[in-house]
């Protein structure tokens, strides 16, 4: 099973960027599948999720009307367009697969670095 995240970087605030987490190993189209983020020396917080086989998406009220998860099942990809960024966004952001709604992650990516700074 491999989780890999891409599209981290530097953003200036209110700027874009689009996070990407290629799946491998497992039916991508039976889990569902989250964006967490975790800034440094605090604990982990959930950002989206979205129901890949019915297309349901949650998000967390910080992100929520910025932030838009989506899959393309086609290709085993899990998307995080991030719109209108701010300096608090900067953090690790990981993708992960869980077996059930909001249930518990199973398999996680290995991360990547979104810093917001002018």
């Known amino acids: 099973v491999q989780l890999v995240e891409s599209g981290g970087g530097l953003v200036q605030p209110g700027g874009s960027l689009r996070l990407s987490c290629a799946a491998s190993?497992?039916?991508?189209?039976?889990?569902?599948m989250y964006w967490v983020r975790q800034a440094p020396g605090k604990g982990l917080e959930w950002v989206s999720a979205i129901n890949t086989g019915g297309g349901s998406t949650y998000y967390a009220d910080s992100v929520k009307g910025r932030f838009t998860i989506s899959t393309d099942n086609a290709k085993n990809t899990l998307y995080l367009q991030m719109n209108s960024l701010k300096p608090e966004d900067t953090v690790v952001y990981y993708c992960?697969?869980?077996?059930w709604g909001l249930g518990p992650a199973v398999y996680w990516g290995q991360g990547t670095q979104v810093t917001v700074s002018s």
């Open positions: 190993g497992f039916t991508f189209s039976s889990y569902w």
């Open positions: 992960a697969a869980a077996r």
